[in-house]
């Protein structure tokens, strides 16, 4: 009789897509029969999060103001903003969003380099903010600020004066 054989690996558990926030939900255009959306979605939700939950809105959909109906229109940008997806809504209730074929767009890395020093860089932190990142531990070291322009003169202001 032969023995029967065990497997010693654990199962994975699926993949939890990250929440999308509300307050990242923004109008763009209101008409008669639908409503169009900008919708920058949280860092590590992916696009093929899109199709495969869509339990991610809850938050969107549980009393916000935003809270999303069939056939409004979706600008889904990434955090990082690597790729953005354009949508309609097929169905909506209370906790859910099924989206109807959303077409996916990869954009294109920076091609500007960002300031840096020895010591400092001007980070891109996502959805169109920048900081200074201290380079030995990762630190981020002020404030999210609009523009690279605006991180640069603060990783500037970093490092002593010297007197006059």
Do not use: C
Request: hydrophobic share 45%; no cysteine; charged share 30%.
């Amino acid at each position: 009789m032969a023995k029967a054989e065990l497997s010693t690996e654990i199962p994975s558990a699926p993949r939890q897509a990250p929440d999308i926030d509300p307050a990242r939900v923004t109008l763009q255009y209101t008409g008669f029969a639908w409503r169009e959306y900008m919708v920058i979605v949280p860092a590590g939700f992916v696009a093929a999060d899109l199709n495969e939950a869509p339990e991610a809105w809850k938050k969107v959909q549980n009393g916000s103001r935003n809270a999303l109906r069939k056939f409004d229109k979706l600008m889904i940008v990434a955090y990082d903003e690597s790729w953005f997806a354009e949508a309609v809504v097929a169905h909506a209730d209370h906790k859910s969003v099924i989206l109807a074929k959303p077409r996916i767009t990869s954009l294109p890395s920076r091609f500007d380099k960002l300031f840096e020093t020895e010591e400092y860089r001007v980070k891109f932190l996502g959805s169109g903010s920048y900081a200074v990142e201290r380079k030995r531990d990762g630190a981020i070291l002020t404030q999210a600020v609009a523009s690279p322009e605006l991180a640069a003169r603060d990783l500037d202001r970093l490092y002593p004066r010297k007197a006059a």
